[in-house]
């Protein structure tokens, strides 16, 4: 399988649009640009700064198809990509935790199993049946094609109780058997990602076993209705069409929702339409406007973070509605990334002074009595170290992440908790020791079922001091 940016992708990049600008403003989902207007009156400035001879209502029209039309052309590379390797409605399960040999998954956890499928709605619903799972936290979350979280079954949804919940594509009338869930899905491919936790090392057998117990399946043996499926398998070694290509094409399998159609009557307007080959005219307009359409993204992205003690936080993520200049933030800067009902993420790379994280340097973490993150007992958090290249480094025990399961984690007396950061292990310490490689390397804190003081930014992990 090609690399997938799963689970807040390429996180490093929320560090980057805070270093672009605005590095301490918030912006939650409620006040972040949302709407047709929002982006046309973005994309209308760009056009009018795009300079001298620019067909000026051609590129606002560029624009607009970039921005809107990027996460829709991004889930579609990933899942062109993904079905080489893995059939269509097939659920496929990792049985085994990622390590530093791992380099499928960028920025992966250390904490769950993860579980895949692409399905394709068009012949009829699928069907997910999942057991009582109530001693692990565990989460299937749905995608559709333009990147919104449709739904998420698991831990937090459904309380651990075993059932059945079919995903229904656009157009389907049928009935469901009794005691089916339905999740309906808005476009006909759905992008399904599973999560199962294991308890570190001692529990990946035990988290495994429940991965086999998962079942995904059809509604029904009925004949493919007649319609336009996306494409199955784009290798990366295949040519790529155009940008604008690859969003008619992927507009013509994925119609967009009828609240998108003043920007979809925009693209019209300017040559892009479903199915259909972009005319010359087209493609030059959309080229020439992409780097105004990225400057509006990272612009924006900016403003969609929070930066204290020195970590990173993106808001607005896994449901956009028209919010679509955010929506294309977090499809380029964490593919996946879910509600944040389920998880929050937090991303350091510096020490609690600017300086860049780096081996040559140790560091400790310190939670004072009662603040450690405040989750739902029945999830997890954990702190996880990337080298560079944002996967695992290999260290001597193999540990690449410190959390609420790791083993032999010691606490103060007075419930504190230390965690040590470092190239060599801190002595006497070894237990709360997170193995740093002698270069430079990041951190992600993760919180599973985060509660209010998260979700709310109250809470916000401890500095990282050089100690």
Avoid: K
């Amino acid at each position: 399988m090609a690399r997938a940016r799963v689970e807040v992708g390429v996180i490093v990049a929320v560090a980057a649009l805070v270093a672009a600008g605005a590095a301490g403003t918030t912006r939650s989902a409620s006040g972040s640009p949302s709407g047709a207007a929002t982006l046309r009156a973005s994309a209308a400035d760009a056009a009018r700064r795009a300079g001298p001879g620019v067909d000026r209502m051609a590129f606002q029209a560029g624009v607009e198809a970039y921005v809107w039309g990027f996460p829709l052309v991004t889930m579609s590379r990933t899942r062109g990509q993904v079905l080489c390797g893995i059939p269509v409605n097939t659920l496929i399960n990792v049985p085994r935790l990622l390590d530093a040999g791992s380099r499928v998954v960028v920025t992966p956890n250390a904490d769950t199993l993860y579980s895949s499928a692409f399905l394709d709605l068009r012949p009829g619903p699928m069907v997910l049946r999942v057991p009582a799972v109530r001693d692990r936290y565990y989460v299937f979350q749905f995608l559709d094609m333009y990147t919104n979280t449709i739904a998420d079954v698991g831990t937090r949804t459904n309380g651990g109780r075993a059932g059945a919940y079919a995903i229904v594509g656009p157009g389907w009338h049928g009935r469901l058997p009794t005691g089916t869930g339905r999740i309906t899905a808005p476009t006909p491919d759905v992008w399904v990602i599973g999560r199962t936790l294991a308890a570190l090392s001692r529990d990946v057998a035990g988290a495994a076993a429940e991965q086999r117990r998962y079942r995904l399946q059809p509604l029904s043996s009925l004949t493919p209705r007649a319609g336009a499926s996306a494409p199955a398998c784009s290798p990366p070694s295949a040519p790529r069409p155009s940008f604008t290509g690859e969003l008619a094409t992927a507009i013509g399998a994925d119609p967009p929702p009828p609240r998108d159609r003043p920007i979809v009557a925009d693209l019209a307007a300017a040559g892009i339409r479903p199915g259909l080959v972009p005319n010359a005219a087209a493609l030059a307009t959309t080229e020439a406007s992409r780097a105004a359409a990225l400057e509006i993204i990272r612009r924006v992205g900016s403003r969609l973070t929070t930066a204290r003690n020195g970590w990173t936080r993106l808001h607005g993520t896994g449901s956009y509605g028209t919010d679509y200049i955010t929506r294309a933030v977090v499809a380029m800067v964490g593919l996946g990334a879910n509600v944040p009902d389920e998880s929050v993420y937090y991303f350091a790379a510096t020490d609690e002074g600017g300086a860049p994280l780096s081996g040559a340097a140790s560091y400790v973490i310190h939670f004072r009595p009662g603040q450690l993150p405040p989750i739902d007992p029945r999830a997890f958090w954990s702190i996880s170290l990337y080298g560079p290249d944002h996967f695992f480094v290999a260290n001597p025990v193999d540990r690449y992440a410190v959390g609420d399961r790791t083993e032999g984690l010691t606490r103060g007396h007075d419930g504190s908790l230390d965690v040590f950061v470092s190239h060599s292990p801190p002595p006497g310490h070894e237990g709360n020791w997170l193995p740093a490689p002698a270069g430079s390397f990041n951190l992600v804190l993760r919180a599973y079922l985060p509660g209010p003081g998260i979700r709310s930014g109250s809470w916000t992990p401890p500095a990282v001091r050089p100690g």
